[in-house]
Nanobody, 117 residues
Framework: QVQLQESGPGLVKPSQTVSLTCTVS??????????WIWIRQPPGKGLEWIGYITAGGTTYSIPSLISRTSISRDTSKNQFTLQLSSVTPEYTAVYYC?????????WGQGTQVTVSS
């Protein structure tokens, strides 16, 4: 059974850099055809795409966040990471990871990021 586990620092201050990790078990992030995504859900709002990393290591971030995001991976740990720089309170959200296409129906619990001074 595949498990997705997001982890992160929780509370951060504005302008800091946040690093979130998704640990995947039961599947390999290097399996051809799939890519591994980050999305977030701000309080009271819907899901928002952030970006992804492909099985081959190519990354994509949405235009509005591209200057502040970096997605990378550690294949030896079967993990991929989202780094957000110069965060603002608008980055407060629950952050989730999954794969695409055909995302796993059992999502992880997500990791709460709260940006506050």
């Amino acid at each position: 059974q595949v498990q997705l586990q997001e982890s992160g620092p929780g509370l951060v201050k504005p302008s800091q850099t946040v690093s979130l990790t998704c640990t995947v078990s039961g599947d390999s992030i290097t399996t051809d055809y799939y890519y591994w995504i980050w999305i977030r859900q701000p309080p009271g709002k819907g899901l928002e795409w952030i970006g992804y990393i492909t099985a081959g290591g190519t990354t994509y971030s949405i235009p509005s966040l591209i200057s502040r995001t970096s997605i990378s991976r550690d294949t030896s740990k079967n993990q991929f990471t989202l780094q957000l720089s110069s965060v603002t309170p608008e980055y407060t959200a629950v952050y989730y990871c999954n794969r695409a296409p055909r995302p796993y129906k059992d999502w992880g619990q997500g990791t709460q990021v709260t940006v506050s001074s």
